[in-house]
């Protein structure tokens, strides 16, 4: 045995341990390395080490359903692949394609066969096809399963291996201190081949919760990541991640347990041969969520959610005074991982990530706003009974509307403000289609399905879409425009790497920016976004711009002199200022 591989089998067994400590760790892991590396497959000999090379600043994901756009007469991954070819070539490399698996309810999150693609999207050489030209993202939804899956309907019935595949516990159990993300009641009584059982749901009765306890059910999962690899999947999202394991007296979040199987599938993906990178889904609080980087053994990638309550809040009140001050506590991504930046995706606008950042007075305010722009909001319990904001249900284009004051006319200029924000800051990139596309609420949605997140997944129809994108008087044109060349301007810069220096300005309120600089230290870039319908005008020595560099604004192709006058910027526009233009 090689030192590499005695290093790769101590790692995995010490990992089983602290999950499995009944397990025989060597049997488990032998099970662990053949439902990765099924036989003819075969692993790296030393694992990547932690590294800025897993991904560079021409990386943009785009997030949308499988039928996010749709014609009535073509398969809907087919519309969707020529929409990327056709709108986002040359702008986005990755797509996030949600959960494109049959499935019952939550538009896929309540999975019935994890093996297929929903007939209804394609099949699989369709996702494969998109995953030649595109880095692709799939979701594994790891926590529950359909309750009308046949893993679900086997369990019913007592049939093994599924009968021991789901967390049961008793209404008489402990479980004042559960974190939830709902409202519904936490059990679900059902009828089993074994009598009455109460099943543990976490986001609904329709999404019963798997039982990691079970070696088996992590097998299956294992098995899974390895299809989606084998299909050109490369970015592995674990959805829900955060409530993998339960403890009846425990908050049944965060545990060491998930951590521990987030480590042991991180050290999976780095002994992969393929290029796979780990992303943690948890809508939490900021600390909670930078959690899961570990240390440097977890997630390669985590979402940044604190990040949309806060450019959201920016945008509304004209201030970045809450999106500063949080900035500023930001560490730096340890070396080999990264932030995933977004402000919409197909979930509404988490609350949670705000706790402890924005006063409970600006939440309000914020909450107000959406409302009169059309949106909605869905709550959680408490933790010993009464309920709390969860999130914001409304487009990001929707939300832009207007201020605290109310609506006017600058919608356009402010939702590209807050792109451009996401674009600058370090991490990666990401973008909703319905964020790229304009996209207004679909309250007939709502109302059709009675869910309020349907209010951000809307389906275009193609043909309509393809109107409107091709009349640059549009909205859907003028946004879609805009942020492919501003999207273009940010690949093209090293600064932008997601891992480059990044250093938070202290400016006028007004103004929120940040210092980039080059891994090799060659392209600095001062990236200034006026987050007020007002003219703001900053001294080029507030951003201790160098005399003599020859300094230029990448977005309007301004010469800027640090010998000039001021700095002006006019309401919601966005300079990114810098030493070395590169096209």
Partial sequence: MTDASASFSTKIATLIRRVYPDVDADILASKIVEAFWPEGSSRRKRGRKPGNNLWSEKDALLITYGNSVVDGAHKPLDILRDFLDTYMQGTVNGVHILPFFPYTSDDGFAVTDYRAVNPILGDWPDINRIGADFKLMSDLVLNHVS?????????????????????????EDDLSDVVRPRTHPLLREVETANGPRHVWCTFSHDQVDL????PEVLLEFLRIMRLHIDNGVRIIRLDAVAFLWKEAGTPSIHLPQTHAIVQLMRLLCDYATETVVLLTETNVPNAENLSYFGNRNEAHAVYNFTLPPLVLHAMLSGTARYLNRWQVTMPPAQLGCAYLNFTASHDGIGMRPAEGVLPEEEKQKVIGSVKAFGGKLNMRALPGGGEAPYELNITFFDAMKGTFAGEDNLQIARFLASQTIVMALEGIPAFYIHSVTACHNDLEAVEKTGQNRSINRHRWDYPTLREKLDDPDTPQAQVMNGLRERIRIRCAQSAFHPNATQFTLQLDERLFGVWRQSLDRDQSIFALHNVSAETVEVSPFAINLIEGEDWVDLLSGERISAEGGDIAFAPYQCRWITNRRKT
């Fill in 147 to 171: 309750s009308q899956s046949h893993w679900f309907n086997s369990y019913l019935q007592g049939h093994a291996p599924y009968d021991g595949f789901f967390f049961e516990a008793s209404p």
């Fill in 211 to 214: 039982d990691f306890r079970n």
